[in-house]
């Protein structure tokens, strides 16, 4: 992902969660890295837009776990334990 993104940014940074995101040399979606960086574990919720990302349906893919899902919520909605994140590649679903 590092290698092969572009438009590398964070988007959301406050005491307890930071989100990056990036966008795939070949344009096809956003990378998305949400971390817990509180001694507790959280739920985390974000609207698409508040990633800057259209809204819509979109399909997710833990970078991780290897791991699809799709997404029809208005966001992002996850729980993280302490110190956690994961690595989303997450595509609109057309």
């Not at 989100?19 to 509180?38: L, M």
């Not at 899902?69 to 994140?85: D, Q, R």
């Amino acid at each position: 992902v590092d290698q092969r993104s572009r438009e590398n940014k964070p988007v959301i940074n406050t005491d307890s969660t930071a989100v990056w995101t990036a966008q795939p040399d070949d344009g096809n979606g956003y990378y998305v890295a949400v971390f817990n960086i509180s001694d507790t574990e959280q739920t985390i919720r974000y609207s698409w837009k508040d990633l800057g990302m259209a809204d819509g349906h979109y399909s997710v893919r833990d970078l991780w776990d290897g791991k699809n899902s799709t997404v029809t919520t208005p966001g992002l909605k996850i729980t993280l334990n302490p110190h956690a994140s994961v690595l989303y590649w997450v595509k609109l679903v057309k």
